[in-house]
């Protein structure tokens, strides 16, 4: 969120006056941005008092500066409701707070206690509030066109076009009715991230959901002249987020989910790992045949026979 305007400022800075001490909005400050220092950043000097509308003021202008609103109203609803360093506290206008935050398109996340951007208004890589250099957990959802360079020599780029096009928009809304993120889309395929609870389950069901809407369109709307057919994994584990695509490419987990598409995989299919098999209930687990790997290792693989 890279800016707000004068009235959720003052809203923002009077709620802090009324709510906090100087050392206490302080302290909110340095839980997201590491070392803050209030004198410091207002130069007055150690030894005097620094006013709390002075420290409201200032905090407020760090925090927007630094791109984290959404992140300190969320901390301040961790105030009132949970407290900090073993005290509660109320906070002013709280209410107001969060309904002027929904106007710039977040809403709270009940399961994880954080406003995350709304996804009706927009969509982001970052869900509006993953921070760069932060490590995270997620599951991804590798996907991937069999045959792409075949195909685009094979049909008018028209069709070409068409039939691509008509593929992402499948991954799209299949990844992001699910709280996903597109990370990557190329051509022949692409990187989806799943965060937040359920994170497993969601990109499990994304894959597979993929592949039953892709057997359908096959059916329905391909104007090529053979089935689109495509391979996908499921993998999960930490990763520090970076809106850099090198960065992305050069992680272990990233390297891990692809090689899992590109080996396990056969066409029309998802192969989840282990790690994340273990999260799934046995009943949807018991939709996916188990692949040896190694003596102690088993992948699981779903797959849909699409065009015949």
Known sequence: MDKINSGTRNMLEDSLVNSLSTDIMAEAASRLIRGYDIHKRTGIPYGETVSKKDAASRVISDIVEARLIPHFITLLVEMQYIGIMGRKYPISNLSSIVRELQKYGYIFDQNNRIFIENSRMRITKNWGFLREGQEYVFSFLRFDIIDN????????????????????AIVRESVTKRNGRIWNMEGDGGLAAFHFSERNLMATLSSMDILHRLFMYNRTGNKLGEPLQIRMAVHNGHYE???????????????????????????????????????????????????????NKNYFNYSIRIGD
């Open 149 to 168: 360079t075949r195909l685009v020599r094979s049909y008018p780029e028209s069709k070409i076009k068409k039939t691509f096009n008509d593929f992402h």
């Open 241 to 295: 987020y970076s809106d850099s695509m090198n960065t992305m490419r050069e992680n272990e987990i990233i390297k891990t989910v692809h090689d899992i598409e590109s080996r396990y995989s056969g066409p029309n299919s998802v192969t989840l790992s282990e790690t994340v098999s273990i999260y799934l209930d046995s009943l949807l687990l018991d939709q996916f045949q188990p692949i040896r790997i190694d003596s």
